[in-house]
Structures are given as C-alpha cells and as structure tokens.
C-alpha cells in the first residue's frame, strides 16, 4: 500500500494554467485529469493520493474537494485561500462545509514565486498561517532553496503548525552545488513540526540526463535530517512527466531508499503521510 502525497490535475478548458509556458513546459500544455493518473497510480502500488493545488485562485479548492468526493483515489486536498485576507477562519470554514470539504488537509500558497524572501513572515501572512494551525490543518511550503531560512523562521515562531516541505525546497540538482541547501534543510528538520517530501526531483535535475545516481547525495540528506517517520513520497505528476514517467519516479523512490528496512519503507511510502495528512 502507498500513498502519493503529492500530485496535480488540470483542465485548460475549464481554466488556463498561466505558468506553463515556454518551450521547456509546452508538454504541460494539454489536460491531465484522475483518469489519466489512475491506471499509473494503481500499476505502480499505489491506493490513495493528495491532490495539491496548482494555481492560486480561489475556484480551484472547491473544484478539487468535489473531485476527492468522487473519486476514490483522492483521499486529500492541499487546497489554497488567500491568507492574507482578514476573514480567512471565516473561509476556511466555508471551505469544509462543501462537498467534499472533509477532504481539505492542508493549505499552500506559491511561496516560490513571491518577491520577497520573507514573505512567510508579514504579520498578516502570520494570522493565516495561525487560521490554518486552528482549523486543524497543515501547511505546505512550495518554495526555492533561498527561501528555506524564512521557512525555518516560521516554523519556529508558529509550533503548533505542521510545516510539509514539498519538494525538498528545491534543491540545485542541476548544478550539483548542495551545501547551502543542506545546511538550510537540516536547520528546518530540526525543528520538530515539520516534515518533507521526496517530491519533485526529477525536475530539478536535467531533464534529458538524470540519473539515480544524480539524486541520491540530496535524498539522502533528507533521510538524515528527517528521518523516515518525517519524509513521504510524492510523484509531483503531472509536472515530473517533463522528466520521467510515473513509473519510474516510483521506481526511483524506491532505489533511493533500497538500503532502508521495510518498517522505514513503509513510513516514507505511506505511514507519513497519513499520519501527517490524517488520511
């Protein structure tokens, strides 16, 4: 049994997906919907996923709360809302009153493409994220690797706040150059609330190249700082499709933790994340 605690899906004809653009993403250009992920889903083990927002405008969350109602895969949703706004409990309370509100986990915002570096860190970003620890959920970080030291502030100044690192912050696969990244990702593993994702890589490296071998020095600074019982597996598809198929990111996952015993195994492939998601 394994929990994908991270993908997406989309509908061009329903709403334009304005990051993707440029030749590098055009494969990204079409539709991508639960149809199309299940059968990947099912043939490489997996029962149950988190559908994670892509865009941030509102309309989306309630769309993915009632895709989770009805499809039997989805068992959570990283939706997102505008933290900033000032009746944010307010709407993340309208949020679970909808069809398939039960299915909302946690929140994310597009850290990564915010200006400033500190922007987890405006007062009023503050008393969202305090909205999001009181209505019981989590909070996913999607961001560069030079935003990880706003990222271990946060998490320090707000513990009762499950942070989930996606993607393992983005680390500089591609150029090879890790240490101010690793010695960022341990400053944040130290802090007890919060947990990160073997998600993304793929991406991170050079797409036409990658190889196991490329990703390993990262993944394995992750299971050192985090642990098992902190890391969970997630496929980032459809983004990762750029990269690899579905297949073998999982496959992939599962040689980079070959060494690990079966309990761990099991705590990265599905126990974190249910846990963590209360799947």
């Not at 993403?25 to 029962?47: H, I, K, Y």
């Not at 941030?56 to 109602?69: G, K, R």
């Not at 030079?146 to 513990?159: D, F, I, M, R």
Request: charged residues 25%; contains cysteine; negative net charge.
């Amino acid at each position: 049994m394994t929990v994908d605690a991270h993908h997406h899906v989309w509908d061009l004809s329903v709403r334009d997906q304005e990051w993707i653009t440029g030749p590098a993403l055009r494969p990204l250009r079409r539709d991508f919907s639960t149809a199309d992920l299940e059968p990947q889903a099912r043939a490489a083990g997996v029962d149950r996923t988190v559908l994670v927002q892509t865009i941030t405008v509102a309309q989306e969350t309630p769309e993915f709360l009632a895709l989770a109602e009805t499809h039997e895969l989805i068992a959570g949703v990283v939706g997102w809302t505008d933290l900033t706004r000032p009746d944010v409990a307010e709407e993340l309370a309208r949020l679970r009153e909808l069809p398939g509100g039960r299915y909302l986990k946690g929140i994310r915002h597009q850290v990564q493409s915010e200006p400033d570096p500190e922007w987890l860190l405006r007062p009023d970003v503050r008393r969202g994220l305090l909205a999001v620890a009181d209505a019981g959920l989590v909070y996913d970080l999607i961001v560069q690797a030079h935003q990880l030291p706003a990222c271990v502030k946060a998490a320090e100044s707000l513990p009762g706040l499950t942070f989930v690192l996606d993607h393992l912050g983005k680390p500089p696969i591609a150029s090879g150059d890790h240490v101010p990244w690793a010695t960022a990702l341990r400053a944040l593993a130290a802090l007890p609330n919060t947990v990160a994702k073997l998600s993304g890589l793929v991406t991170e490296a050079d797409f036409a190249s990658w190889t196991t071998a490329d990703l390993r020095p990262y993944t394995d600074v992750a299971l050192s700082a985090f642990g098992p019982d902190r890391l969970m597996f997630g496929s980032d598809w459809p983004v990762c499709t750029l990269a690899a198929s579905y297949a073998r990111v999982a496959e992939t996952a599962e040689l980079l933790l070959d060494e690990l015993g079966d309990e761990e195994r099991g705590a990265v492939f599905e126990r974190t994340a249910a846990r963590v998601y209360r799947l």
